[in-house]
């Protein structure tokens, strides 16, 4: 039965799309935390809850190992994502984070962790409300232990600990359709070392095109065009908060985020996320911004390669410089940086340089999702102002 957890699920159901009728907004209201189910849900028998603290190395090197063999492939199992270790304790010790909401299932015999669930909370403005939500990721069962309906009851059980913190919203992207996605966005990526994606075949040569000509159309100048770029210092904080709240704030979705979030999303840190700004040589304004994040994918299967190094556009925002030499000097510094292909998303106003810098279509889509909370159609992605990791 197709979607049989999610037909009993807070989420706007198929059924019901189109129907005006029902309000944008919560679908279910807050109960009082004491009606909230106290004690977590029941696992199968061989298996127990723990929660995993990731600032224990060892801890964070079990979820790091079981993310590297058993998380996200592409839809040609290919490639699979490979997140850092530093990449994980970011993605789940933003501002306000709860331990309790990393959650790992292990054999109760061997304790070898086998699965794994997180909830980072976010405050998430949709239209002229701010809603807190949990933003749910990294949802990873083990390969061998599929289709025992573990999933469901993780889902359950993460939804169980955010009620209990008073939280009644979530948002979390998926590669699959389910009931009923916010935004379906379209992926693009730009090649940056088109000679390895080919050999590794993420890319194909063109028709009529040679490899010397493919690597001619990619290449990149050495240097960026636009004075006063540079790395985002701590210093940059508040100018940084100001400039993305107000690029922010056109959006129908997006995240509402003050100095303190800034700090933990924006500050570069090596080999996690990388972030520019360009300050006015004359009058030392912060004009633009543009920042990326590092997400490798283990090569399955290739025997000169085993890594793809890969920046994700984050968050840009061009208000003096053109969002195209903007976008292109961020190009020119992953390329000095090594990185072999640069993803994006059609979401905020990226549609606007995708094609222009190079940037193919990928083979699929990311679908965003609300839980408890519906909103009236489906968004188009450059209404979208939020990026998940
Ligand atoms: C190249 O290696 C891959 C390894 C696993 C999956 C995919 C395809 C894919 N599913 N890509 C994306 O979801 C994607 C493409 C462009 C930008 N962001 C993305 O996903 C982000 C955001 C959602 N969580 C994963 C990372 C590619």
Request: hydrophobic share 35%; aromatic share 12%.
């Amino acid at each position: 039965k197709r979607h049989a957890f999610w037909e009993t699920q807070p989420v706007g159901q198929f059924k019901d799309r189109g129907d005006t009728s029902f309000p944008e907004g919560p679908i279910e209201l807050p109960i009082p935390i004491s009606e909230v189910k106290q004690e977590p849900y029941n696992l199968p028998n061989l298996y127990e809850w723990t929660t995993c603290d990731i600032d224990s190395e060892e801890t964070c090197t079990e979820v790091y190992n079981l993310l590297t063999n058993n998380y996200v492939e592409d839809d040609e199992n290919m490639f699979r994502f490979n997140y850092s270790k530093e990449f994980i304790r970011w993605a789940l010790r933003p501002p306000g984070y709860f331990r309790n909401w990393h959650i790992g299932v292990r054999v109760k015999a061997s304790k070898k962790l086998v699965a794994f669930i997180s909830g980072v909370p976010a405050r998430i403005r949709v239209r002229d409300e701010v809603v807190k939500m949990a933003e749910v990721n990294f949802l990873c069962v083990h390969k061998k232990l599929r289709s025992k309906r573990l999933a469901p009851v993780m889902i359950k059980e993460v939804t169980r600990r955010v009620h209990l913190e008073n939280m009644w919203q979530a948002a979390y992207t998926a590669g699959v359709v389910l009931p009923t996605p916010a935004t379906t966005c379209q992926y693009w990526h730009r090649s940056l070392n088109p000679k390895k994606l080919i050999d590794v075949q993420f890319s194909r040569l063109g028709a009529r095109m040679t490899m010397s000509r493919t690597i001619k159309l990619y290449k990149l100048p050495g240097t960026t065009a636009t004075p006063g770029m540079r790395k985002m210092e701590l210093r940059d904080v508040p100018a940084v908060t100001r400039l993305l709240r107000n690029y922010l704030s056109q959006f129908v979705v997006a995240p509402d985020f003050d100095e303190d979030d800034v700090e933990h999303w924006l500050l570069p840190t090596e080999n996690v996320v990388d972030s520019f700004l360009v300050e006015s040589p004359e009058t030392h304004e912060i004009t633009d911004f543009c920042s990326f994040y590092t997400l490798p994918s283990t090569i399955l299967g290739n025997p000169n390669y085993s890594t793809l190094k890969a920046a994700y556009s984050f968050y840009n925002v061009s208000t003096r410089t053109p969002l195209l030499q903007l976008i292109n000097d961020m190009l020119i510094l992953a390329k000095q940086k090594d990185y072999d292909v640069f993803n994006a998303l059609d979401v905020m106003h990226n549609e606007n340089f995708l094609k222009e810098l190079k940037f193919g279509p990928g083979d699929g889509q990311l679908h965003y999702y609300l839980y408890n909370y519906r909103v009236r159609h489906a968004l188009k992605p450059s209404e979208l102002g939020l990026v998940l990791l």
